[in-house]
Every structure is written in structure tokens, then in C-alpha cells.
């Protein structure tokens, strides 16, 4: 009986690892056929739109109005962001210079002798980074601002956030011409901007066995654009 007991820790330590090295990583993808067997998560009720107060990126003439959520939680144990009245935070966004940060669903922009407000887009999204790429103006007086975002509820769990595939999208200053550069359900990255060809650079990665998420048996894809055409178009290239 001293033999036998001496093995039970080391069978439940055993027994524990092998739990863990079947779990799997939450998709990113669910496709089309799968979904109908993914029940819906409900959508949080305690949400309240607002509007952070605006910015104006350097070297623009436009403001910019970020809009989102926050959210109220009975116990006031979690809120967004820093700024806060009332144990409730009211900052959605965080601004560096030529970057705007957070999570939030759309910008409203204005221009600094105008009155009229304008949103971004009509769509359903969640805005992660906002970069106005100011060396560009400089050199080619091309104002544009670089989006990363998330445009679709990839993982069918009824909501649109950070858990969802990363899209790139670009526009004007002033909000126009905003263009998806990614392709569908291509996760993006990283991307990065050559100056002394005006052109941005970016990697995607695309689920090819359709397990859901993104690993090392997926494909890679280069591309670029030209930032100074008037249609941006995405042309793929292959460095290896």
C-alpha cells in the first residue's frame, strides 16, 4: 500500500498535464459551415455611447471625434480606460502625436472653420489604431491616415472586437476615400511605410487549412501600395 500510494500525486499531476495539452486556442475563424453550430453569445446591455473630446493631429485641419462605448458594471469593478467621474471611466481612446489608440466604433471628423460633422463610415466596426502618416505629407503633401481594425465578427460570437480577424484600411485626412487594403479573412500582421518610394508595405497571413486559427502551417502574403496614385491599389510581391 506504501508503493501504490506514492504514485497518486505524480498520476494526477499526469493526468493534469494531459488535460492542458488538449486544450485548444480559441478560434479566430469560424467558416460557414461551422456556424450554424456556434450558439451566440449575448450582446452587453450596460454599454453608453460616447464621444472623447477631439484632436487635431499635427500639421491637419481636421478634428477628430473618436466615438464608442464604455461600460457600467453593477460593482464598478471594471471600466474602460483612465479617466474616470464617479468610479466610471469616460476616455475611450488614447492620443500620441500622429497616433490614435483604443477601441472604438467610429471618428467623426471636422473641419477646424466648419460647424459639420462627419463620420467615418456607416459600418459596424472596431478601430484599434489610427496613424496620420505625418512624413508622407511632409514630402509629397498627401495627407493620410493608416486604419487597424476589425470589420467582421470572424468568430461568429455575436460581436465585433480584438478576438476577430485585423483588417488594414487607409483614407484621406478628412476621412474620404476609406479603402480595405487587406484581403477577407487575411489577418494582418504588420505593416510599415518606405519613404523614398511612397509606398506602404504590409504581411498578412491566410488560414489555407481552414482550422480556425493562425499558425505556422498557414501562407504569408506580401503586399504593397502606392500611396500616391489615386487609387490605391494593392499589388502583391514575393520576397522568398
Known amino acids: 500500500m506504501r508503493i501504490i500510494s506514492c504514485y497518486i500525486p505524480f498520476l494526477a499531476i499526469a493526468l493534469l498535464v494531459s488535460c492542458k495539452e488538449q486544450e485548444k486556442p480559441t478560434p479566430k475563424v469560424i467558416y460557414e459551415e461551422a456556424k450554424n453550430n456556434v450558439e451566440p453569445k449575448k450582446v452587453d446591455s450596460t454599454s453608453i455611447k460616447i464621444a472623447d473630446l477631439p484632436i487635431l493631429m499635427e500639421g491637419t485641419k481636421f478634428l477628430i471625434h473618436p466615438v464608442g462605448d464604455i461600460r457600467v458594471y453593477d460593482d464598478y469593478s471594471k471600466v474602460y480606460g483612465s479617466s474616470k467621474t464617479n468610479q466610471v471611466s469616460y476616455a475611450i ?8 489608440t483604443g477601441y ?3 471618428l467623426k ?15 459596424k466596426i472596431q478601430i484599434q489604431t489610427v496613424t496620420f502618416l505625418n512624413t508622407i505629407a511632409e514630402k509629397a503633401r498627401k495627407q493620410i491616415l493608416v486604419y487597424t481594425l476589425v470589420d467582421d465578427d470572424t468568430n461568429k460570437d455575436g460581436k465585433i472586437d480584438q478576438n476577430d480577424i485585423k483588417s488594414l484600411y487607409l483614407s484621406s485626412v478628412d476621412g474620404s476615400r476609406f479603402t480595405k487594403i487587406t484581403e477577407p479573412l ?3 500582421i504588420d505593416w510599415n511605410i518606405i519613404e523614398a518610394q511612397n509606398r506602404l508595405y504590409l504581411r498578412c497571413i491566410e488560414d489555407i487549412n481552414k482550422n480556425g486559427a ?27
Open 104 to 106: 472604438f466604433e467610429n
Open 93 to 100: 481612446s488614447n492620443y500620441n502625436r500622429f497616433e490614435l
Open 186 to 188: 487575411q489577418e494582418l
Open 109 to 123: 471628423f471636422q473641419h477646424i472653420d466648419s460647424t459639420n460633422v462627419k463620420p467615418l463610415t456607416e459600418d
Open 214 to 240: 493562425f499558425d505556422k502551417n498557414d501562407k504569408v502574403h506580401y503586399h504593397f501600395v502606392n500611396l500616391l496614385t489615386d487609387e490605391w491599389k494593392v499589388e502583391e510581391y514575393m520576397p522568398i
